[in-house]
Nanobody, 124 residues
Framework: QVQLVESGGGLVQAGGSLRLSCAASGRTFSSYAMGWFRQAPGKEREFVAAISWSGGSTYYADSVKGRFTISRDNAKNTVYLQMDTLKPEDTAVYYC?????????????????WGQGTQVTVSS
């Protein structure tokens, strides 16, 4: 019903910035809350940020507060993750996801649709 495609990942030096994009298709994008998660090799999936369907509410993991910013453009069916002051520990595959009726927005099981992910590598 919903297809999500992430882009914008790459290799960046510590302290640098990247902007991830997630393009949605197949259903009304504005009806969904959106979230970003990440997963490093051998580690569990970790919540990063979430945004409400209207864009009026956002929520961040403590590890990225003050450095990452989530936003959405419903006219373009796209959600963004601006990542500043990147650290080596931010290295992971980043996934976007869509939730129709989330409880909190921070749990992976709330999200019904997932993208394929985009690799972010931060070197020191």
């Amino acid at each position: 019903q919903v297809q999500l495609v992430e882009s914008g990942g790459g290799l960046v030096q510590a302290g640098g910035s990247l902007r991830l994009s997630c393009a949605a298709s197949g259903r009304t994008f504005s009806s969904y809350a959106m979230g970003w998660f990440r997963q490093a090799p051998g580690k569990e999936r970790e919540f990063v940020a979430a945004i409400s369907w209207s864009g009026g509410s956002t929520y961040y993991a403590d590890s990225v507060k003050g450095r990452f910013t989530i936003s959405r453009d419903n006219a373009k069916n796209t959600v963004y993750l601006q990542m500043d002051t990147l650290k080596p520990e931010d290295t992971a595959v980043y996934y976007c996801a869509a939730a129709m009726n989330p409880y909190s927005g921070s749990y992976y099981y709330e999200y019904a649709y997932w993208g394929q992910g985009t690799q972010v590598t931060v070197s020191s």
